[in-house]
């Protein structure tokens, strides 16, 4: 991407009601951005660096905001569930995070895969929020303890239902502060 595309993608920051302390996110879900995530979501590598530059100025801009001094954020990409993974032949959000990180070689921030899917949830994609929420609850676990401040990764955010139950889980393994991170929010959350 441009340093002009880059520059500007000025992040917005969602204070949650229940979940992550609050979410942050590079645009609204639509455009240019929509169509590279829907694209890598299929399964094409083709946007990978492009969406990795997004979720890289977007990663910077959080720790600036988040930063405590004895301690760097643990990066937590929001796993996909095994079908999806074994389909795409890639887990797009961990791949992205791995990306994303490439670009800052002097930050040592680590990225751990501490959470993993539970259970089969059905497609959110023309659910209600109330229905979002009874999808996805109880539907991720962590793989180890993950004491200290989290940032959650995700390509979108539509209700913050997900990022709740992320919340729940890292909550459960010792995580003091989780803060979401999502390359597109949706135009109708709030």
Not at 28 to 57: E, F, I, M, T
Not at 128 to 138: E, L
Not at 147 to 173: F, H, K, W, Y
């Amino acid at each position: 991407m441009c340093s002009r595309c880059l520059g500007g993608i000025v992040p917005k920051v969602h204070g949650a009601s229940s979940g992550p302390t609050a979410i942050y996110y590079a645009t609204p879900y639509g455009g240019w951005l929509r169509d590279a995530l829907v694209a890598y979501k299929n399964g094409s590598r083709r946007h990978v660096l492009g969406l990795a530059q997004v979720l890289h100025h977007l990663l910077l801009h959080v720790l600036q905001e988040v930063s405590v001094v004895e301690e760097l954020p643990l990066i937590v990409p929001m796993p996909s569930a095994p079908d999806k993974i074994a389909l795409r032949g890639f887990d797009t959000m961990e791949l992205l995070v791995r990306e994303a990180l490439k670009l800052e070689p002097k930050k040592s921030v680590c990225m751990a895969k501490a959470l993993h899917v539970t259970r089969q949830v059905q497609d959110q994609v023309g659910l209600s929020a109330a229905a979002r929420h009874k999808n996805v609850d109880r539907s991720l676990a962590l793989r180890v303890a993950v004491p200290g401040t989290v940032l959650i990764v995700d390509d979108v955010v539509t209700t913050g239902s997900t990022m709740s139950e992320a919340n729940r889980a890292l909550r459960l393994g010792g995580a003091s502060r989780v803060f979401g991170i999502s390359l597109c929010g949706s135009t109708k959350w709030g």
